[in-house]
């Protein structure tokens, strides 16, 4: 069975620096890896996905995310933070099968000190 | 871009009571919708998997009987929370695959009182 581990619960960092989420994930063939972000009661935001092809993905708003199989990582990262970054940020790997079907890590909430 | 409506997204409840939760596709067909389950500080957990016109899938540990999933066209899926328990409060989420591209609600807080 697919696994994500997001080993940071809680990261705060100053507006303006550079950030780097972690994410390992554990599947047996080619994952499809995602990046949600989740502002408090609010539903899920795609930043960026993985499927095949090149390994470092860009997505929305700044955000990029690389793909390294040999360490069975998709680390997300941005060079400069801003305050409205400040949520809860999701990892997500899809079956192959049924890709769309995501077991998610259990989120790594970003604080940003102005 | 391709939207999909969750309603209603806060509904409190008697202990009981069933709550229905409605999950529209607006501008694609999708084949496949997920519900998901999110307790506060915690991950989101697949629920089911349903596709239009047959039995929904459920994961292991989810109650069929309890959290009752309707297909019935390409735009709607619904998801019955029956006799809700306090213990079923959290915040439900839905998404809808179509067109290879995948889409989240906005999620429904259920609170049973």
């Known amino acids: 069975a697919q696994s994500v581990t997001q080993p940071d619960i809680h990261i705060t960092v100053s507006e303006g620096a550079s950030l780097e989420l972690r994410c390992n994930y554990s599947?047996?063939?080619?994952?499809?890896l995602f990046w949600y972000v989740q502002s408090p009661g609010q539903g899920l935001q795609l930043l960026l996905k993985?499927?095949?092809?090149?390994?470092l993905v860009q997505g929305i708003k700044g955000f990029e995310a690389e793909f390294k199989r040999s360490q069975s990582s998709f680390n997300l990262r941005k060079p400069s933070v801003h305050w409205s970054d400040a949520a809860e940020y999701f990892c997500?790997?899809?079956?192959?099968?049924?890709?769309?079907?995501?077991?998610f890590g259990k989120g790594t909430k970003l604080s940003v000190i102005p | 871009g391709a939207v999909v409506s969750q309603h209603p997204s806060r509904v409190i409840c008697k202990s009981g009571t069933s709550v229905k939760i409605e999950c529209r596709s607006l501008?694609?067909?999708?084949?496949?919708m997920f519900w998901y389950r999110q307790f506060p500080k915690q991950s989101l957990m697949l629920m089911a998997t349903?596709?239009?016109?047959?039995?929904?899938?459920?994961e292991q540990g989810v109650e069929k009987d309890k959290f009752l999933i309707n297909h019935a066209s390409l735009t709607l899926s619904t998801l019955t929370v029956t006799s809700a328990h306090p213990e079923d409060s959290s915040f439900y989420i839905c998404?809808?695959?179509?067109?290879?591209?995948?889409?989240f609600g906005s999620g429904t807080q259920l609170s049973v009182l």
């Open positions: 349903s596709n239009e016109g047959s039995k929904a899938t459920y």
């Open positions: 997500a790997v899809g079956s192959g099968a049924g890709s769309y079907q995501l077991t």
């Open positions: 501008d694609f067909q999708a084949t496949t």
């Open positions: 998404s809808a695959n179509g067109n290879e591209k995948l889409f």
């Open positions: 599947y047996g063939a080619t994952p499809y």
């Open positions: 993985y499927f095949s092809g090149d390994t």
